[in-house]
Nanobody
Framework: QVQLVESGGGLVQAGGSLRLSCVGS????????MGWYRQAPGKQRELVAT???????NYADSVKGRFTISRENAENTVYLQMNSLKPEDTAVYYC?????????WGQGTQVTVSS
């Protein structure tokens, strides 16, 4: 199974930007569909964006045009570039790696957007 470590969260003002990173190890990273999910206090975990092993992205409607997911297989890393951040983007962001027989989550990184 792959292991995942996220980084890049923090506190930012509304309108600002952050870039999250997720580094994988322990398995062949390029085989996995990668994703970012988030969970705000009192709410269920929700999809933010995914990217297939071939590089095709998919976004939640709430982040389209503001967030960009990308991956660098040679570095076993997936990124989430977040621009024009809003207070409602405040959540713990989780990296996910998925393929047949494996569905792995990272430990999460906190993103807080102040108004």
């Amino acid at each position: 199974q792959v292991q995942l470590v996220e980084s890049g969260g923090g506190l930012v003002q509304a309108g600002g930007s952050l870039r999250l990173s997720c580094v994988g190890s322990g398995s062949i990273f390029s085989f996995y569909k990668m994703g970012w999910y988030r969970q705000a206090p009192g709410k269920q975990r929700e999809l933010v964006a995914t990217i297939t092993s071939g590089g095709t992205p998919n976004y939640a409607d709430s982040v389209k045009g503001r967030f960009t997911i990308s991956r660098e297989n040679a570095e076993n890393t997936v990124y989430l570039q977040m621009n024009s951040l809003k207070p409602e983007d405040t959540a713990v962001y989780y990296c996910n790696a998925r393929k047949l027989g494996d569905n792995t989550w990272g430990q999460g990184t906190q993103v807080t957007v102040s108004s």
